[in-house]
């Protein structure tokens, strides 16, 4: 495989999937760490990609969000999240997307794959439309101003199933993932019984933490992905519980 040719396959990778490691790299294209670590960095010196900590970064991870562009806590962490929740994404694939500032995160990042998005989230589903995103279903419901998500109480979000759920919260301990606002774990709590495998996305801060209501216990949570800051013994007594954990 010649340099050019390469090069060429490994930023079609990168594109694709947002963000690749350079383990997955040099297994992907059958080369060694050091071609692999070289091309990275010669690509991201031509500006064709962004070279990042343990892999490569495509810059066409654009977050186009009013909400993304303002300060929120935690935004680099958050960033790191949805690129490693995006990672566990497969053509084809049925998602559904909850509320909140990494979700939108995620969701743009998501933006052109060929994937179902299913939300309620209104500043995520106008988003994807307008980026041209094909495949949308938008949950009905009441308009939530304070979230800007559709509510819905009734049984209507039986008609949705998908492969992964990905949510957030305001707090995860060793019972379970909590949230603060009951109206919304209430109306998402439905949709547990309906996918495959649900994901929580968190950032390091809400590690520990028990805020709200109990909305999914542990042993119901598949996979946790959080940032690297996270503190290593809570990660430990999670772990110890059987939770998947993820460092982004």
Known sequence: MNENYRQQQLL???NERKYLATSEIIDLLGISPATAR???TKLDQQGRLKKVRNGA???NVIYHSTIINKSINHLEEKKRIAIAANK???????VILTCGS???MFGESLCGRNL?????YLPLANNLIDNEHHNIVIMGGQYNENQAIMLSLNSCVDDYAADILFTSGNGISHEGLYK???LIANSEQKMLEKVEKLVVLLDSTKLGKRVGMLFAELKNIDILITGREADPAIIKELTEQGLQVILA
Not at 88 to 94: A, G, K, P, T
Not at 116 to 120: A, G, H, K, R, Y
């Open 38 to 40: 070289r091309d990275i």
């Open 57 to 59: 970064e495509s810059i």
């Open 116 to 120: 179902q998005i299913i939300t309620n």
């Open 102 to 104: 990494t979700m939108l």
């Open 88 to 94: 566990l994404c497969e053509d084809n694939m049925s």
């Open 12 to 14: 079609k990778l990168v």
């Open 180 to 182: 603060n606002d009951m």
